[in-house]
């Protein structure tokens, strides 16, 4: 497996690539979510490129940029594992040389929703993926669907840009217990990491009252809040009743039929996302 470091050797890495190459961007501390996506990439494709790259610029100031677990061995001993050709591990003036000017904004989905409650974030996304994408060059680039908007965000852009990368979501790997797989889970206590499996419970929950004929949005945020309750010192940052392709977010007293439930949950200190789909 080849390690790469500059953009000039991640260029001849992709130019001595044939077939279809699928691509897999990661900020690292990669866990089973992360070796799911590489498997499926592998999978579809003739080669797998991955990058390891924390980007500053998708990270708000009271953020976690600094402390964002850092576990490059391991990551590396992942990759090789599931057979992926190459491994791109830029520095940050790689990717933003001196006097960098150019950002990619999503414009109306890349502000929204969780766009307005982490300001910037998706535009750093955008910005670090279109330019991974422009040397790796990709057929095929594969997301997790535990980050719903991002996935979303990425194939509006690929649209809008006119990338010829197809964008592959892959279903939300889930611990033992059912808790999303995150690299941010690292922060939570054993205990802590274990009781946060009533996220996805109180998931699950809305998706069976859905399913039991309550439709109304108010309702259904109802639900979660309640089965959500015991989950001591949780904090729901956000609750979102999407459409099939979050053009919208239901509200109060509208009526839900099919879309997405997404939530995020400050647990422990950490900010866990996880969302379910909702189907009429
Ligand atoms: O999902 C992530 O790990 C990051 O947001 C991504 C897509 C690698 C961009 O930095």
């Known amino acids: 497996m080849k390690i790469l470091h500059s953009v000039a050797e991640a260029r001849r890495a992709r ?3 044939t077939g279809a190459v699928g691509f897999v961007p990661t900020m690292g501390a990669l866990h ?3 070796a799911e996506l590489m498997k499926v990439a592998v999978d579809a494709c003739g ?3 991955v990058s390891i790259f924390v ?3 998708q ?3 009271a953020e976690d940029f600094a402390r964002y677990p850092r576990t490059l061995e391991a990551d590396l001993d992942l990759c090789r594992a599931v057979g992926v050709e190459a491994v791109w591990v830029p520095a940050v003036e790689d990717i933003y040389p001196a006097g960098a000017q150019t950002v990619v904004e999503v414009e109306d989905l890349g502000n929204r929703f969780e766009g307005e409650s982490r300001p910037g974030h998706f535009r750093g996304v955008a910005t670090v993926v279109s330019k991974l994408f422009h040397v790796t060059k990709p057929h095929k680039a594969f997301f997790g669907e535990k980050d719903l908007q991002q996935l979303f965000v990425i194939k509006r852009m690929v649209e809008d840009l006119l990338f010829d990368i197809e964008i592959v979501g892959v279903p939300t790997v889930r611990e033992e217990s059912g ?3 995150s690299s941010r889970n690292a922060y939570l206590q054993p205990e802590q990491r274990l009781k946060a499996k009533q996220i ?3 998931l699950q929950a809305v998706r069976e009252a859905h399913r039991n004929g309550c439709r109304t949005a108010s309702l259904l945020e109802e639900k979660f809040r309640s089965r959500l309750g015991s989950l001591l010192e949780a904090k729901v940052e956000r609750f979102d009743l999407f459409s099939p392709h979050l053009s919208h977010r239901y509200q109060g007293e509208e009526r839900v039929d099919a879309g997405y439930c997404a939530v995020v949950v400050r647990y422990g200190g ?3 996302l996880d969302n379910i789909s909702l189907c009429c």
Do not use: C, I
Request: no cysteine.
């Open 59 to 61: 990270f708000g100031p």
């Open 47 to 49: 080669s797998v490129m």
């Open 15 to 17: 130019a001595d690539l």
């Open 270 to 272: 950490v900010r866990l």
């Open 32 to 34: 089973q979510g992360h």
């Open 179 to 181: 808790l999303a797989l």
């Open 200 to 202: 996805y419970e109180s």
């Open 55 to 57: 980007n500053p610029t």
